[in-house]
């Protein structure tokens, strides 16, 4: 299976295949590195930077202590969003979600109601 690279586009490595949201899900059990889902294309996820992980673990630590004893939950990038009406799958850096979370069906790794999403930018 070919993922699509990261580079700018027009680039000789740029590559994309198209799969259904199912055979995404198969291959992200095993793989090494995380790949966004967006309408049948599978993207590789760059690898995050010390500055990028420290600005994701300060950003859920804020979040976990001003939620505190509230109904909202925070979540890091391990959980994946699933935005059905886009057919796209994604991991942001933090999540927050207001009472429980809405899994995708049977699945315990889409959540399907985050109320805030963050994602950190940088280099």
Same mark, same amino acid.
């Given at each position: 299976m070919v993922i699509a690279s990261t580079n700018p586009p027009n680039l000789a490595s740029d590559t $994309? $295949?198209?799969c259904t949201p199912d055979e995404y899900r198969a291959m992200e059990e095993t793989a090494e590195e995380r790949h966004e889902y967006?309408?049948?294309e599978i993207i590789?996820? =760059?690898g995050g930077s010390p500055a990028h992980s420290r600005i994701a673990v300060d950003t859920t630590t804020f979040l976990n202590v001003a939620l505190r004893d509230t109904n909202f939950q925070t979540y890091n990038g391990d959980l994946r969003i699933w935005i059905p009406s886009f057919n796209h799958g994604t991991y =942001?850096?933090?999540m927050v979600i207001d009472g429980e979370p809405e899994f995708n069906g049977s699945r315990t790794d889409e959540i399907l109601n985050p109320l805030l999403i963050v994602e950190v930018l940088s280099l």
């Open positions: $994309t $295949t198209r967006c309408n049948g590789a996820m =760059p =942001p850096d933090v």
